[in-house]
């Protein structure tokens, strides 16, 4: 574990939001112990730590807290500076030049673009290429000799304004980021990762080996063989090492996308043998999830399985046990963990906008026949609620409150119900109507429908708080938030689509921090089986006309 100090100006907005949001992150990366301080005295002697960080502006250094700091890094330490760290400072001449550049002013707070140079991966490892902000467009002067490998910049009336660099300082490592004015940009994922990739930067921290992944199916609904193929080309540290599909005519295809020399395999056993792979994706139907990544498992390769993770909870149960004794991961393929409307409504819940949530649902409905193949026929897709259904389960599971206000873990229970129907389309052996229900243990409850009799429309999300109401006609994440108070006054805002931090690379990339880097990882087999438990359970509840108890694991 790598020692950290954090020095702010004082325990008050924003450098208590950033401490408050800096502890968090750190802590969860697991990797990183922190100690928070507003005494500059600090500085004279930080040689008990592994790197600073500083999020502070202006006020005064004496000069043994300026010879300390600029000693320590000199000597080998690691230093993580953010936006105003180069503010109000320029008197204090040896610390200017070590942190590079002088803040001399900006235009209005506004939203821009945020664009990061792929030439910096293999050091600042899989950093979004860009990213929208609503922060300070900072101007600065140099201030060293030395030189700044800038990786990032800000587009401004367009003008590309340079915003984040690395230095070296004598021995040790500098990362600074201009962005960081108040929490608009705290709770911003893209800037949270900087953070944590400028950390494991200035501590010396590196990825390990390249990790060679094998696509067991290449079938062609989707494209997903491709899809998953151009992912791990887009990921810093992953790299495509073997195809395995039973059709001659599908590998011929993969042949022709990924190149002759990729290795071809008929036998999944043998891929998993070639010593060609450490990672394997399951890309089959439904119902092969289970069988296909069991025996991956067992030969002790980390394993990914599309969604839905399994179609049973004791498949899912049998691969997490398997996986622990193995120990390697196992993760299922949430790619729309980080779709926008998700996103949307996280942003709008942890602000704070409508007040605790109690209801949420979510329906994605339409009349009409069925199609997409074996994605209709039950034996093999699971039924009409694997598909959508472990989607929108998924986010339905994101926006349930995990703690109460003095941080108790909540909603590890719930009760569920359901109602699956076959009224209609009798050539397809999925439900032609399934409503879900859950109550947690808290008293939150949560629904999802899905229909193919549905002849009116319903938004995709609508979502009650103590305080309000979010309401989405679709995944773009925009929508109604509707603000209520005691008095019968209403504030209604109009959300713009959301065009932050949502990219499906993010699964992609998650998976390879964690991978490669140690870092955590979002989508575990534990989180991935809670959307099973309440499809299976809510349809075992609709078949026996009963109530099922659930209890989570994540």
């Known amino acids: 574990m790598k020692r950290i100090l954090l020095l702010i100006n004082a325990h008050s907005p924003p450098f208590s939001q950033f401490a408050a949001m800096f502890e968090r992150l ?46 320590y890094v000199r000597n080998g330490g690691g230093l993580l500076a953010v936006h105003t760290a180069n503010a109000g400072l320029a008197q204090y001449a040896d610390y200017i030049e070590m942190i590079g550049t002088e803040f001399i002013g900006h235009d209005p707070l ?164 070639s010593g060609l792979i450490d990672l394997a994706i399951v890309i089959v139907p439904h119902a092969y999830h289970a069988p296909v990544a069991k025996p991956l498992l067992e030969a002790g390769l980390h394993v990914i399985t599309e969604k839905p993770f399994t179609v049973k909870v004791s498949e899912a149960d049998e691969l997490i046990g398997l996986a622990r004794d193995r120990g390697v991961m196992i993760s299922a393929y949430h790619n729309r963990h980080w779709d926008p409307d998700i996103l949307s409504m996280r942003e709008i819940v942890d602000r704070g906008d409508i007040g605790e949530v109690y209801s949420i649902e979510s329906a994605l409905v339409g009349y009409g026949l069925p199609g997409q193949a074996w994605r209709s026929h039950k034996p093999v897709s699971g039924g009409a609620m694997y598909d959508w259904g472990a989607h929108n389960f998924e986010k339905i599971l994101q926006l349930v409150p995990r703690y109460d206000g003095q941080g108790n873990r909540i909603n590890k229970r719930a009760t569920l119900y359901g109602n699956y129907m076959k009224r209609v389309w009798h050539s397809s052996t999925n439900e032609d109507y399934c409503r879900a229900y859950a109550r947690f243990d808290s008293g939150v409850e949560a629904q999802f429908m899905t229909s193919s009799i549905h002849a009116s429309r319903r938004p995709m999300w609508t979502v009650q708080g103590t305080a309000g109401s979010i309401v989405m006609e679709g995944g773009d994440g925009a929508g109604t938030v509707t603000m209520a108070s005691a008095d019968g006054r209403h504030r209604v805002v109009e959300v713009k689509p959301y065009d932050r931090g949502h990219n499906w690379q993010g699964y992609y990339k998650n998976v390879a921090d964690h991978l490669l880097a140690g870092l955590p990882l979002e989508i575990t087999g534990e989180w991935a089986k809670g959307p099973i438990q309440l499809i299976e359970g809510c349809e075992t509840a609709s078949r026996e006309n009963r109530l099922v108890e659930v209890e989570f694991d994540f």
């Open 26 to 71: 750190v802590n969860g990366a697991s990797q990183f112990t922190l100690d928070v301080t507003d005494d500059r005295n600090a500085l004279c002697d930080p040689s008990d730590y592994d790197a600073l960080a500083l999020y502070i502006a202006s006020g005064e250094l004496t000069r043994d807290q300026e010879k300390g700091i600029t000693g």
């Open 110 to 273: 506004g939203d821009f673009d945020v664009e990061v140079d792929p030439a910096f991966d293999d050091i600042l490892p899989r950093m979004s290429r860009s990213f929208r902000v609503q922060d300070e467009c900072y101007n600065m002067d140099i201030k060293t000799e030395a030189p700044l490998r800038w990786f990032q910049h800000g587009i401004w009336k367009l003008e590309r304004q340079p915003l984040g660099y690395l230095r070296d300082y004598g021995k040790g490592r500098v990362f600074y980021t201009a962005l960081g004015h108040d929490n608009r940009t705290f709770v911003h994922a893209d800037f949270q990762d900087q953070l944590i990739k400028g950390l494991r930067y200035v501590c010396g921290m590196t990825d390990g080996s390249p990790v060679r992944i094998g696509l067991v199916g290449y079938g062609p609904l989707f494209g997903m063989g491709r899809h998953h193929s151009e992912q791990i080309a887009a990921t810093q540290g992953f790299e495509l090492g073997a195809v395995c599909d039973r059709d001659p005519a599908r590998l011929e295809a993969a042949r022709e996308e990924q190149g002759e020399d990729m290795p071809m395999f008929e036998d999944a056993g043998e891929m998993a043998g």
